[in-house]
């Protein structure tokens, strides 16, 4: 039997390195190999490693070949604030390290493929509440614009060449053990660690802007269960809608403040305000539980508690 050996590309990031952690419980530690464009840092450095910039195609080969890789997770992306600054770069980095992928796939007969969508594939004529599963998409942003054309190319290589490719659209995603990496979503990351260092924070969203959202834990989970399922019951070929809870920066204040009454927070929205504006307030992800059997663990309380008991013993 084929042993199963992973890529795990864009592993630096917010979700890379839990995912990796995640990989390493069931396959092993050394037959997932992440990599980056950086070399490794922090729990990364326990296991097998890649330094390689995705855009270097035939780099990007040598390495499927040499570790006889079978499965790719490709999380390599600029993200959507970030993204805004040099658009076109986006475009680029975003679409062409795709294609490479979805063409190593096809040629090299790889099991599986992994690649990240997002509710920024939604936009202003979206359905902002329970948004579903098919609907209007006419994203606001470039980073928007690559995840809709993402998803029709990974539907298209899936149709016409037979790649297993698999996919999720990611609502705001929060975790502790790495720093935010550009996101509009992002102040829900940057607010715990600023509540615990500083006791307050400042706001670039509106108190009322309310955006669907997940916990790390529960974003490693939606991703190895999407990709351990059967393929006869993966039915969505574009991306699946995942969700787990949806709030505002004043609700999430307010839950912060429980644990510690001290916290403070203030409001200036920025350029990311138009951004969040655009994006649904809830999602229907009725699709994902049906088809794979899709449940969240972490809401608001659960998942606050949860990072501020690591971070304040990080602290210590």
């Not at 899936?158 to 996101?183: A, E, H, M, N, Q």
């Not at 969040?276 to 449940?295: C, E, F, L, Q, V």
Request: hydrophobic share 40%; proline share 5%; aromatic share 12%.
């Amino acid at each position: 039997m084929k042993k199963t050996r992973i890529l795990l590309i864009g592993a630096g990031g917010q979700l890379g390195s839990e995912l990796a952690q995640g990989l390493w419980k069931i396959y092993g530690i050394e037959n997932v190999i992440a990599s980056d464009i950086k070399d490794a840092q922090g729990i990364l450095k326990e296991g097998p490693y890649e330094t390689f910039d995705v855009m270097q195609r035939d780099k990007l080969f040598e390495i499927l070949h040499r570790q006889q890789i079978t499965q790719i997770y490709h999380l390599a992306a600029l993200l959507s604030a970030t993204g805004e600054k040099d658009p076109r770069w986006a475009w680029k980095l975003n679409m062409e390290s795709l294609l490479f992928v979805l063409e190593a796939a096809q040629e090299l007969k790889l099991d599986k493929v992994y690649w990240p969508s997002s509710i920024a594939a939604f936009g202003p004529e979206t359905p902002k509440q329970d948004t579903p599963q098919q609907t209007i998409m006419d994203p606001s942003t470039v980073y928007g614009m690559t995840k809709l054309a993402g998803e029709l190319w990974c539907s298209y290589y899936f149709r016409r060449y037979g790649v297993d490719v698999r996919s999720l659209r990611y609502p705001g995603l929060i975790g502790w053990k790495t720093p935010p990496g550009g996101g509009t979503t992002d102040y829900a990351v940057d607010i715990f660690f600023k509540a615990v260092a500083e006791k307050k924070y400042t706001c670039f969203l509106a108190p009322d802007t309310y955006l669907p959202m997940m916990y790390m834990d529960d974003a490693v989970k939606a991703t190895i269960d999407l990709m351990e399922a059967p393929a006869e019951k993966i039915r969505v070929r574009t991306s699946y809608n995942i969700s787990a809870m949806s709030f505002c920066p004043a609700q999430l204040a307010s839950t912060i403040k429980n644990y510690i009454p001290e916290f403070s927070i203030q409001y200036q929205p920025d350029f990311r305000q138009s951004i969040a504006d655009s994006w649904p307030k809830s999602i229907d992800d009725s699709a994902a539980r049906k088809d794979w059997g899709w449940n969240h663990q972490f809401g608001l309380e659960e998942m606050a508690q949860d990072i501020l008991k690591n971070l304040q013993a990080s602290k210590t």
